[in-house]
Structures are given as structure tokens and as C-alpha cells.
């Protein structure tokens, strides 16, 4: 009875969530009548809100399903199929209507990972990368922004997630192969969710549901698959063929715990980096007793010295150029090597005047140099930027 009821629950729900599919795709009104049901929810949503949120719900959803709004909407879907669910029982006891409307979210499914797929396999969602994203820095990304950016950086890599989520629709047509289908759309699925959550993308909700969607149609199956993985005859082994695999097993999972943990607490943790951390922009530069001003136009000059993790730093010139460096940091020097390039290598001596000024001198290519480098204290957007349940509008830059 509760398997049922949860059933149709889900089901009403999501059919709530994928309405009006397939109404929208008959050609000619498909627009007309896409339009209206959005007219009517961006209505009914903040008429329905207005005792219960303090402020205006903004009806904006280009670029997100993350808003206010879509979140009050999924409220009212819950609300709906919580109602329409108690009738449902009460009046169909021979679940009649349950199988057309798992057709329903099955070919609800199809749809949308058709639609998703064939935007990757012809490289729309994320188009080659920009002119100005190119000469965008990294720092200035959103998260969102770097998702994108990571996407459309390979069409190759996008058109194949596509071809997966493509075969997962092709898959869910077919009765026989509805499963499979499923199984295949909760794997891509899964790993669109985990990146819409990871690089806060403003299509949580939205990409949440359709892994819902294919759960839901894989869920009927649940008992056989588990019977499948879990409860076939086990085969025998004998005892010492146990322990070894137990020891090896062991053996690899505490090297390899122990070494990473290792790594990280030296090299990663914040409280093991450089001494010298942050970005030091180049405000003078003598070279043999002579100014070089800070221009575009001379672009071998330094621009930045940025230290991080122990043991290394770079160099950015005024033409972006990026030159890493070995780097060993005492008391009074830091001794710099190219890790390209062998003869690239100099020590200077160092003095803190104050928290925020580094002062360098020594040779440099056999030439005298003295610097003043200020700390940048900007906040980067692609660290900074956190997680957002709500998203009012996409942060894709």
C-alpha cells in the first residue's frame, strides 16, 4: 500500500514537473501553448507565495531553474500531487492509471535527454570558447563560468557526453530496454548533478529532476537488480587465497592513505605553504640602475611574482607570459630555478618592510635588479564566489 501510494505520488509529481510535454513540440501552437502554462504558474506561484514570502517574487527564469520562484514552484507541485494522490487512491484501487503514467515520465525522460544530447552532439550548450573568455583569467571566472569554459574547451569530450545521454533516451523508447535506458541516464545523470552542485551551477532543480525521472523508472527493477549484484551463489574460495587478497588489499589502501595524507599535510595544507603566499604585483623595477615602468609595450619586464605552494613560485611577465620556478626561501634569500629551463636561474635577497611590501634585490641574467612588489589583496570570484541554493539569475562568466 505505502509502495503504491509513493508510486503515484512521484508520479504525479514529475508529470507536474514535465508538463506541458509533449504538448509544446506540435508544430505551430507548440510555442503558443508553452507560453500559456508559464504565463499561468508566473502567476498563480506569486499569488500562491505572497502571505508566506516577505518579498516580491521575481519572475525571471533565462539562464536558471534555481530562482525563488522555481523553488516556491516545486512547493506547489508537492502540495498538488499530495492532494491529487489522496484522490487517486481513494478512487482507482485497480491501478488503472498507473502504468500510462509511468509511460509518461519514461518518455518525459526521452525528451529530455534527447534534447540535452542533441545540444552536445552538435556543440551548442557549450559553444567554443569566446574571444573574451580566452582572454579571460582564471581568478575572474565564476565556477559556473569555468564549467562552461572546461566544456567548450573540447567539442570532442562534449559530443560524447552527449552520445551517451542520447543513447539513454534511444534506450527508454524501447519497452525491453527500458531499464538499461534508466541505468544509463542515472549514470550521466548523477555526474550532471555532481557538477551543477560542485561548480554551483544555476540548473540544480532542473538537472535534480531528471535524475529523479530516471530513478523513478529504474526504481520497479529495484529488487531484481539488487538480487542480480548481491544474492548470486557465492563462489568458494579456499582460505589462504582469502588472506592474501585481504592482505594486498590492506596493503594498498594504507600506502596509498598514507602517502596522500602525507602529501597533502605538506605540500597542500594552507598551513604549509610558502611564507612569502600571495600575488605581488611589480609597482618598481630598477634593471642596472635604470626604471622600467610598468608597460604593455615592454614585455619582458616583470609584472608579478605570485608564491603558493613550498618549493615553487612564478614569474608573469607583462606579456602573460607564466615561467615557473624551483624556489627555496630562507631567512634573508630565494634562490630561483626555471624548471624548463636550466640556465634560468638567480637568487635574490628579500626584505619585508611591511606586511604588504616585498622588497627583492640581486642579479638577474647578470643584470642588477631591484624591485618593490605590493601585495594584490583582491578576492578572486572563482574562489569566492561559494555555494547558492537560489540563483536569481546564471553567474556564467
Known amino acids: 500500500m505505502f509502495r503504491r501510494i509513493g508510486f503515484r505520488f512521484l508520479a504525479v509529481y514529475l508529470a507536474l514537473y514535465a508538463?506541458?510535454?509533449?504538448?509544446?513540440?506540435?508544430?505551430?501552437?507548440g510555442p503558443w501553448i508553452e507560453q500559456r502554462w508559464a504565463s499561468m504558474w508566473s502567476a498563480l506561484v506569486p499569488w500562491l507565495a505572497k502571505p508566506f514570502v516577505s518579498k516580491p517574487v521575481v519572475v525571471v527564469t533565462a539562464g536558471s531553474s534555481d530562482t525563488t520562484f522555481h523553488y516556491l514552484q516545486i512547493v506547489c507541485f508537492l502540495l498538488i500531487a499530495a492532494i491529487v494522490t489522496a484522490i487517486w487512491s481513494v478512487l482507482d484501487r485497480r491501478r488503472f492509471l498507473d502504468p500510462y503514467l509511468y509511460t509518461y515520465i519514461r518518455f518525459a525522460l526521452a525528451a529530455a535527454m534527447f534534447w540535452y544530447g542533441i545540444q552536445k552532439v552538435i556543440p551548442a550548450q557549450f559553444t567554443p570558447l569566446s574571444l573574451d573568455r580566452l582572454v579571460q583569467t582564471y581568478g575572474s571566472s565564476s565556477p559556473m563560468g569555468l564549467l562552461w569554459t572546461f566544456m567548450g574547451a573540447s567539442p570532442a569530450y562534449e559530443m560524447f557526453g552527449g552520445a551517451a545521454e542520447m543513447l539513454a533516451a534511444v534506450l527508454l523508447l524501447w519497452r525491453r530496454t527500458t531499464l538499461l535506458?534508466?541505468?544509463?541516464?542515472?549514470?550521466?545523470?548523477?555526474?550532471?548533478?555532481?557538477?551543477?552542485?560542485?561548480f554551483d551551477a544555476s540548473i540544480k532543480t532542473y538537472a535534480s529532476h531528471v535524475l529523479l525521472m530516471a530513478v523513478f523508472i529504474a526504481a520497479p527493477d529495484a529488487r531484481k537488480l539488487f538480487e542480480f549484484f548481491f544474492r548470486r551463489p557465492p563462489e568458494r574460495a579456499h582460505a589462504a587465497s582469502i588472506v592474501v587478497c585481504v592482505a594486498v588489499v590492506a596493503l594498498f589502501v594504507y600506502d596509498g592513505v598514507s602517502q596522500t595524507v602525507a602529501f597533502y599535510r605538506g605540500r597542500i595544507s594552507l598551513a604549509h605553504r610558502s611564507p612569502l603566499r600571495g600575488v605581488w604585483n611589480v609597482d618598481v623595477l630598477d634593471v642596472d640602475g635604470v626604471a622600467r615602468p610598468p608597460l604593455v609595450t615592454d614585455a619582458m619586464r616583470w609584472r608579478r611574482v605570485v608564491f603558493d605552494y613550498q618549493g615553487q613560485s612564478s614569474i608573469f611577465l607583462m606579456n602573460d607570459q607564466?615561467?615557473?620556478?624551483?624556489?627555496?626561501i630562507d631567512t634573508k634569500s630565494i634562490s630561483f630555478?626555471?624548471?624548463?629551463?636550466?640556465?634560468?636561474?638567480?637568487?635574490?635577497?628579500?626584505?619585508?618592510?611591511?606586511?604588504?611590501?616585498?622588497?627583492?634585490?640581486?642579479?638577474?641574467?647578470?643584470h642588477a635588479m631591484h624591485a618593490v612588489c605590493k601585495l594584490d589583496e583582491q578576492q578572486f570570484l572563482l574562489t569566492?564566489?561559494?555555494?547558492?541554493?537560489i540563483n536569481e539569475r546564471a553567474i556564467n562568466r
Open 19 to 29: 508538463l506541458p510535454f509533449p504538448l509544446e513540440f506540435i508544430p505551430g501552437v
Open 337 to 366: 630555478a626555471n624548471r624548463y629551463d636550466p640556465n634560468d636561474a638567480f637568487a635574490l635577497t628579500y626584505l619585508r618592510p611591511d606586511a604588504k611590501t616585498l622588497q627583492l634585490d640581486g642579479r638577474v641574467a647578470g
Open 384 to 389: 569566492s564566489r561559494g555555494f547558492h541554493w
Open 181 to 198: 535506458g534508466a541505468l544509463v541516464a542515472i549514470g550521466v545523470m548523477s555526474n550532471v548533478v555532481a557538477l551543477n552542485l560542485c
Open 322 to 328: 607564466r615561467n615557473l620556478y624551483r624556489t627555496k
